[in-house]
């Protein structure tokens, strides 16, 4: 059963760090691109940063651009986005997602979603 399971989410004040992670099974998530995304309440979903399957990394706003860094690690079978310096609109579910197609929205494989809240 193919399967991404997101972890590492939760309340942090702001100028904190979270690692969120996304763990595979049923299939092996190197040979696949995964992105990250994130939705905030009454906003649409948008991406956050993307690996490809030969490690070029991605990074869209640019509001998380030098702050997250995202990283794979193949014999956990997991992606990791690093958060640092986090700021109260980096509110939002994140949820990682895998393909064989560059990182988009119109990706197969999703997780279910870890809650980030930075928050005082």
């Known amino acids: 059963q193919v399967q991404l399971v997101e972890s590492g989410g939760g309340l942090v004040q702001p100028g904190g760090s979270l690692r969120l992670s996304c763990a595979a099974s049923?299939?092996?998530?190197?040979?696949?691109?995964v992105g990250w995304f994130r939705q905030a309440p009454g906003k649409e979903r948008e991406g956050v940063s993307c690996?490809?399957?030969?490690?070029?990394?991605?990074y869209w706003p640019d509001s998380v651009k030098g702050r997250f860094t995202i990283s794979r690690d193949g014999a956990k079978n997991t992606v990791y986005l690093q958060m640092n310096s986090l700021k109260p609109e980096d509110t939002s579910i994140y949820y990682c997602?895998?393909?064989?197609?560059?990182?988009?929205?119109?990706?197969?494989?999703w997780g279910q979603g870890t809650q980030v809240t930075v928050s005082s």
């Open positions: 049923g299939f092996t998530l190197e040979y696949y691109a």
């Open positions: 997602a895998a393909d064989v197609i560059p990182c988009s929205l119109r990706m197969t494989y």
């Open positions: 690996i490809g399957s030969s490690g070029d990394v991605t």
